[in-house]
């Protein structure tokens, strides 16, 4: 049975492409918001986070009441997706949710490594597809290219006959207008909801068979406890309703739907009853995991629960034990980083947490350095205090043969740029596929890297090409190691005492190399106070202060110029960090330091066994 006035879809893009601007501009044509109503922009970018890095971070579900051309009246649930490959367990999930996708691509930019991902996702469900290129209005906007280059990418990822058939709209997303050729007429959004309507299938479902709900999301709420976000499949789900709770390891658990909303552009509204197809949101399903499912209460036949594809990077995570711990966070203790690390665990299916033979410390699985980067940040904000190690890849024994992750790489610079790019990345054994020159002035270059080699790379990156150079990679798969990789090549300055640094010692020691720490700044044995401009770690005094007997014979040295301290960002250190350093997070700083804070200790471990 067809709920011809329901569309369920999903906008799938590479990271800035437009996606949540978009769904902005869709969103108000569609007559949710009041005209003088004061709405931010990029509104589904609910978190903090994602307002500061201006990236999509978790899906969100929204849904429009659209009218159509002969009077009937039509919803759309919408999914806003994340575009960070890193992000790709939210991706993987919501896709389960949609019967299509719109498939955002930049007219300038094209197809990325994120673009090919989510899309290659959609077609291994068989979902049918939307084009739309975005950001026609762009100097440098080259419509017709980038559709080449998209009908490539579905020749090269296997789409069907069916699917390759795609209908192809143009857009400018911040001013909401479209046109159905890239010369054409712009108009406003409804050319895009009529295709949506045309294009993708209307869910099918029987309203009278065994209930069967798959829940793709968990969101947390202080009044109705957690609510369970999922597609109706099959029956109808009443309000107060006894429904079987079917968990990934076959055991189920009888619970009652407290509460059963649907989605109403950005609200969830209460109601009595949903049938299939719909996306709804139910309460009082305490214990449920993600991508696990709902059933009948007599008979439950369940779904096939959720799985997506396995991390390749592990960080350690332990309690801060320095000098300085206990002071500026709220939950220090081994049990509140464990019970924090586990939640997460539960509610995002692309972080395994393990227990190791310390009880203080823990290893965190995921997809890459910046969904580690925001796990820390979103657990400082909340007042946690712990220490992280650097970055490890995950390998595999392969017949015998040790396997490493590997990441596509393609690279957007200025052609000046192009032979620092290639030796560097060739010294961290990266493999190049590929180049691109459209006579532009920039170049695209594909490497295949091992993801051990793009650890600490993007920093160095932006440096070589002047901050003009776009980089974006994408895991390709296991391959046999590829041996010792070389990263920072400078040691650090550390301080061989506690204290407060003085300017007297930071202006004797800034020609040692490039300091972190500035006058006052409290410091503590055996912290990284910067950056040596040489390969080995020095032990340095910056605690020194001048003395007091030749005040009155120079003056010289009121002219002296302190450089300004280096203060990374967490991504910046977590690239900066080696095996034996730690960072140190605290809800109101990031320090780094050596995993042993005694020189002693230090050398001790240094030995080879």
């Excluded at 067809?2 to 969103?27: C, E, F, P, S, Y």
């Excluded at 009443?238 to 079987?244: A, C, D, G, I, K």
């Excluded at 205090?385 to 610079?413: L, N, R």
């Excluded at 600490?456 to 440096?463: I, P």
Aim: aromatic share 6%; proline share 5%.
């Amino acid at each position: 049975m067809q709920q011809d006035n329901l569309r369920n879809i999903a906008i799938v893009a590479h990271v800035d492409h437009g996606k949540t601007t978009l769904v902005d501009a869709m969103l108000w044509q569609s007559g949710i918001f009041r005209d003088n109503q004061d709405v931010a922009e990029r509104v589904m970018d609910s978190m903090d986070l994602e307002r500061e890095k201006g990236i999509t971070i978790m899906a969100k579900n929204t849904a429009i009441r659209y009218q159509q051309e002969d009077g009937g009246d039509a919803k759309i649930n919408i999914v806003d997706t994340p575009g960070h490959a890193d992000f790709g367990g939210e991706v993987e999930r919501t896709l389960r949710m949609v019967d299509g996708i719109m498939l955002l691509v930049d007219a300038a930019e094209g197809p990325l490594p994120q673009t090919r991902f989510v899309l290659s996702k959609a077609l291994a469900l068989g979902l049918p597809s939307i084009v739309v290129i975005n950001k026609i209005d762009r100097g440098d906007a080259r419509p017709a290219e980038v559709l080449n280059e998209i009908y490539d990418l579905y020749i090269d990822l296997g789409a069907t006959e069916h699917q390759i058939e795609f209908p192809v709209l143009y857009t400018i997303a911040p001013t909401g207008q479209c046109a159905t050729d890239p010369d054409g007429e712009l108009s406003d959004l409804r050319p895009l909801f009529e295709t949506i309507l045309d294009t993708i299938p209307a869910p099918q479902g029987d309203p009278d068979a065994s209930l069967q709900v798959l829940v793709n999301n968990v969101q947390p709420d202080p009044y109705r406890g957690p609510l369970a976000i999922g597609r109706i499949v099959n029956g109808t789900l009443e309000n107060r309703q006894r429904v079987t709770i079917c968990h990934r390891d076959d055991s189920t658990e009888i619970a009652e739907v407290t509460a059963l909303f649907e989605y109403e552009g950005l609200n969830r509204v209460e109601t009595d009853a949903v049938g299939p197809g719909d996306i709804v949101a139910i309460a009082g399903m305490q214990g449920i995991g993600l991508g696990e499912s709902l059933a009948a209460a007599e008979d439950p036949q369940p779904l096939e629960p959720l799985h997506v594809d396995e991390p390749t990077m592990s960080m350690e995570f332990r309690i801060n034990d320095g000098p300085l711990s206990g002071r500026e966070g709220q939950y220090v203790t081994s049990r509140n980083l464990r019970d924090r690390l586990m939640k997460e665990a539960e509610n995002n299916l692309a972080i395994r947490v393990e227990e190791t033979a310390s009880a203080d410390r823990y290893r965190v699985f995921g997809r890459g350095e910046l969904q580690m980067a925001i796990l820390i940040e979103q657990m400082r904000r909340e007042g946690y205090e712990f220490c992280v190690g650097m970055p490890q890849v995950i390998t595999k024994d392969v017949d015998g043969a040790t396997h490493e992750p590997y990441e596509t790489t393609i690279i957007d610079i200025p052609e000046e740029f192009m032979g620092v790019v290639m030796e560097k990345l060739g010294r961290r054994k990266g493999t190049m596929r590929n180049m691109i020159n459209n006579g532009s002035g920039r170049i695209r270059l594909e490497f295949l890297v091992p993801s051990r080699g793009l650890i600490g790379y993007r920093t160095e990156f932006l440096t070589d090409t002047k901050g003009t150079g776009i980089l974006t990679h994408l895991f390709d798969g296991f391959r046999p190691w590829a041996g010792g990789i070389a990263h920072r090549s400078t040691g650090t300055l550390v301080a061989d005492r506690p204290g407060q640094a003085t300017s007297y010692a930071i202006l004797n020691l800034q020609e040692r190399g490039q300091l972190f720490v500035g006058p006052q700044d409290v410091v503590y044995e055996g912290m990284i106070v910067g950056e040596n401009s040489r390969d080995a770690d020095l032990d340095v005094n910056i605690t020194k202060e001048k003395k007091l007997t030749n005040m009155r014979a120079a003056s010289a040295d009121v002219y002296e110029r302190l450089t300004p301290p280096r203060r990374m960002s967490l991504e910046e250190a977590i690239e900066f960090i080696r095996e034996d350093e730690l960072i140190e997070i605290t809800p109101e700083s990031y320090r780094l330091r050596k995993r042993y804070l005694n020189p002693h200790e230090r050398k001790k471990h240094a030995q080879p066994a």
